[in-house]
């Protein structure tokens, strides 16, 4: 049976972004429904039905809602669409295509929450997508629905775009918060929650964009309806990201739990690899939760899953638990980029580390060194002149900066170290390899052309020692549930 | 009192504190760089991780929960228990400790800050010998940020303590974090230096040699100094400080932790106000007016001289000797001088001694008071002349007597850094027939004095000061008293009719006897020995 | 001195470079109804100054703090945190050329070697005739047509190295094909 899809109905309408096409097809009657409840029965609603964040990290939307305190005087909501985990792109798409969706859903959020102005956080670099968007909010506030007492209901709600400048941290939600006071994007110590004391020290709700899309159908479509779609616990359709060297990379929608290898071969989803090759690796929630093997490797013996031997592992279900048994840390944006079989590893471990060294906040000090010490690394082993010692130091790092999700004020640092640790463990192989077949003395020579006092040193001849004791991980102990 | 438990120990601990500084407070070396108590906590220095004892997810049972938490942030709760003496902190102090040194330059040998640097000690009780990192270092620029001050930004750890301080405790947000990530770096806004009436503190207050005092660059290496608590003489409020010294003289003044004065500051007068100590036209030798003007005395024939001239002074006016006492002076001093002088002169006069005025009190946002009032112990004097009693008036009213002559004698004290006499001044107590002028410098005064005293500055003496809030504080002695010079206690000791040598301690008995109010010392609290 | 200090407590006229014009003072202030304080007004007003100047200038900074009631190191601190604030003048266009991973994948790394031989200026530098500048970004989340790029305002989608010459001589390269808001304008270079 053909997926229906909800969120991305009218990706291929004409004319799509105004708010004749949107209300033609119901557009603004979830709104109108919510507007004539109470406002806790929409958090109840959206809590019954369970609606995990989709900006990463999964934690319940309702939930989140009711944090807030029960006297307050000012409520922000704070849209979050600065999407600059790579390689995602789904909240584009759906601004792009259907920003009055999104317009519904912010009033649906903002009606539950008693929010009086919502602030969209959109990157920098969207701009076309900025115009659209304003546009849409124009046309939402000459017909009611924003601005004062809208649709009769009294409820006052105010709109706007606030434009980010080129930040990955901004896409935290704290650090959004600081960027939106006009400060340097520097996430916040928690507590206090942002529920508590968010944007302009008042009580804020910062939603992703995505999450907010989904409401106007929850609203309309019901409960029921919600949790028929996807595995226990991940209800709800999903906007899916491929991109890479597929044949059709795009953003797709499907219900949630589809597995990797549905999504790069699939004819509805990626359709398969471009030249017939195969998978070398998958990135599939984004950059921060990690790596899979792809096709290159052989299948597991019945379906084991064992993230320490080199097997296939796109039978990894995208949900918000089934990842995690491959050493993912968790679903993230469900947006996957492809890494074919003739790609260099060593080229996909400078790119990523590049990422977090360049995106780091520069805050928390394992985070900042952390990161620019892993670039530097790739960029050696990259550049043919790593050491087998590098690999276990790039592990260790990663160990330190991201031994739990929450040891740093945000995610970043885990988001950083697990895709490094993740590559450099599952593709250790290919990596020595590499390193054997370099000039014996590359490392050296490349040590004692950057860094001079360095080289004399036992550890520019590729005698590095880990540190005793210095790793630290229980593998038992589950992660916490991040917000982010 | 909440109690927690600190690796096995169980600590009291005043309510409402972060874990961290109840473990300093135990005593605990817990190292740590953006955590002061003085500044907003920003938990970004992650080297105070700890371990903590939750409720398990799904058995509530009480457990060491899997990820570590920043003690710097987590408020002590009765009955929480933490550890830090644990591998999994141990192992974040080591990795943090690496990460900390990769950039960093080796250049402690010309570094300022080395022997009293956080970075040293760290490194060498939690780090490792060398550095894992091979490859290309960052090199961040040396910058010359203001007046007084510069900016080592290669040693920089970034625990943004000095941004905090400009923009919490100043006000004044000169100084900023710029750039993002391991490109950060501490700058100031081009043309817009760090120029502000506290922005010394922010050399201390820094955990490494980013940020050092012109003053002190490449001047004495810290472990050449030796230090005193005093109080600073610059203004009414008396603000605790520590004095670094060695032979040479002094090199540096920092701040002393003081709960109720100046917390962890001290303003910028107070720490470069000791330039005058060291100046060259100090007075160094007692004269006494003969038909050659001033001549060299030896000091032991002083006492008996000064209390002969006095005593004849007052045999022919009863109230024409007149004591000028200056709020330069510390209690003890003014009491003894004054004590010796109504010894000889019963009905002498006490006037206090003129109390220099600048601008207006200036209050910073956290409530850090920079005090117009120039000098460090007006109270004190006030105090005293009240309880002995009899004929007291003011520095006015001393002008106004001298000038229509009705003081014959006239014992004053200056003291003063700086220039302070006016003209008026100078006329009216050159009436004054016999005139003792004890001060630091040559002033209009030497060519009207009949005897010539040299002061000493403040720290060459003991004594307690009491500030514009009647709080009564002691200080210590740094230097020997000038050669040639002799402490002004001591000099009034023996003025006095004593023998020996003069104890400020002995002295403060005495009065506290006979005004319980110098009984009430004030002494701050002492701050935790790893505490920084 | 020992060695070389950089001296940050003065600055020449010439390195303030230009303020803030009155026109672009009151589109700044026109956002300030929007937030609580007028410090949230300032990455957008950073946004329409660089619109307007190009970059954003010492002078600019000054203004725009004494505008927000900031210090002008507040508003470097902002300036410096964000990539796409430059701090020094820019060519007419401006090319943000996406290198992560999805776009190097596809052939990015490609593009830019091109690019760079073909504009002959490396990353943040502008061609000699003020018409180009160019600059690298971590992702512009628009992976599906990698490799992209902008060029001020318009996204430039699965570029190939052959198509460069195409792209570089339209003289809409740089255009939005939509309406658009007026908050914010068209970027052009600083008027001298």
Known sequence: ?484 | MPKIIIDGQEIECRPGIPVLQAALEAGMDIPHYCYHPGLKIVASCRLCLMEMKMPHPKTKEMAWAPKLFPSCQTPAKDGMEVRFDSDAVRANVRHVMEYYLLNHPLDCPVCDKAGECYLQDYTEDHGSAASRMVDEKQKNPKKDIGPQTLLYSDRCVLCSRCVRFCDEISGTSELRVINRGSRGEIDVFPGRPLDNALQGNVVELCPVGALLDKEFLFRQRVWTLKTTKSISPVDSRGQSIYIDYNEEGIHRIRPRFNEKVNEWWISDEARFGWKHVHRDDRLNQPRVRGSDGLVPQRWEELPEFLRKRLADAAKQVSDSVAVVLSPMMSCEEAWLLAKAVRDVAPQAVLFHGFVPVVGEDRTFPKGFVVKAEKCPNRRGIETICEHLGGNTANWGDFLGMASSGKIKAAYVVGGYPNEWLTSEAVAAIGQVEFLVVQDLFPTALTEHAAVEIPSVSWTEREGMFMNCDGLLQEFERALNPLEGTKADGQFFFELAGNVGLFRAKKVREEMAAALPVFADVFIPQELPEHAH | MAWRTIDRTKVSPEEMGPGLSAAVREKIQAFFPRYPTKQAALIPALHIIQDALGYISLQAMEDVAELLELHPSQVMDVVSFYSMFWTHPRGKKTIMLCRSLSCELMGGKNVRDALVEKLGIKEHETTDDGEWSFMTEECLAACEHAPCMLINEKLHKCVRVEDLNRILSDPDNDKLEMPRSDLFDAPRTAQT
């Not at chain 1, 985070?367 to 276990?392: H, N, V």
């Open chain 1, 1 to 484: 049976m053909a997926f229906e899809r909800i969120l991305m109905k009218h990706v291929d309408v004409p004319n799509s972004t105004s708010l004749s096409v949107y209300k033609s097809d119901g557009g603004y009657e979830g709104a109108a429904k919510a507007l004539q409840m109470k406002a806790e029965q929409v958090v109840e609603l959206v809590k019954e039905a369970n609606v995990r964040g989709r900006g990463g990290a999964g934690f319940p939307a309702g939930l989140k809602w009711s944090f807030l305190p029960a006297e307050r005087d000012v409520t922000y909501l704070c849209v979050n669409a600065d999407e600059s985990e790579p390689p995602t792109f789904c909240n584009r798409v759906l601004m792009e295509t259907d920003p009055h969706m999104l317009l519904e859903g912010i009033l649906i959020a903002g009606y539950a929450t008693r929010t009086t102005v919502a602030y969209i956080y959109m990157r920098g670099e969207f701009i076309e997508q900025f115009h659209i968007m304003q546009k849409a909010i124009d046309e939402a506030y000459e017909a009611g629905y924003l601005g004062k007492n809208i649709l009769g209901s009294g409820y006052d709600l105010d709109c706007y775009i606030h434009r980010g400048a080129g930040a990955y941290i901004c896409g935290e939600e704290t650090g959004l918060i600081e960027s939106l006071e006009g400060k340097r994007g520097w996430p916040r110590i928690k507590p206090p929650f942002p529920a508590v004391e968010g944007a302009f020290r008042k009580p804020t709700v910062v939603n992703n964009v995505e999450t907010l899309a989904c409401l106007p159908h929850i609203i309309t479509r019901g409960v029921e309806w919600w949790q028929s779609l996807g595995p226990e616990g991940s209800f709800g359709p999903k906007m899916y990201c491929v991109s890479g060297p597929v044949n059709k990379p795009g953003c797709y929608e499907g219900p949630m739990g589809i597995s990797v290898r549905d999504l790069i071969y699939a004819d509805e989803f990626g359709g398969g690899m471009r030249d017939g090759k195969k998978v070398k690796a998958v990135l599939p929630g984004g950059f921060s939760m990690g790596v899979l093997r792809g096709d290159l490797f052989p299948k597991a013996p019945d379906g084991t899953v064992d993230p320490a031997q080199d097997y296939d592992e796109l039978d990894a279900r995208l949900d918000f638990d089934d990842v995690r048994r491959y050493g993912l840390l968790g679903l993230g944006t469900a947006a996957a980029v492809v890494v074919a079989e003739d790609t260099d590893i060593r080229d996909v471990l400078a790119n990523v580390a590049r990422f977090f060294a360049m995106e780091s906040c520069g805050q928390c000090t394992q985070c900042r060194e952390g990161s620019s010490w892993m670039y530097k690394m790739a960029q050696r082993i990259r550049g043919g002149a790593g050491r087998i010692a590098d690999l276990d130091v790039l592990v260790e790092v990663t160990q330190n900066m991201g031994m739990m999700p929450g040891e740093s004020i945000c995610g970043l640092s885990d988001g950083a170290a697990w895709p490094i640790r993740t590559i450099v463990q599952k593709f250790r192989k290919e990596f020595e390899q590499h390193i054997s077949a370099q000039a014996p003395d590359a490392a050296a020579e490349w040590i004692r052309r950057v860094n001079p006092a360095a080289y004399g040193l036992p550890i520019a001849q590729g005698r590095a020692e880990v540190m005793p004791g210095g790793t630290f991980y229980r593998p038992d102990s589950e992660p916490d549930t991040v917000e982010a």
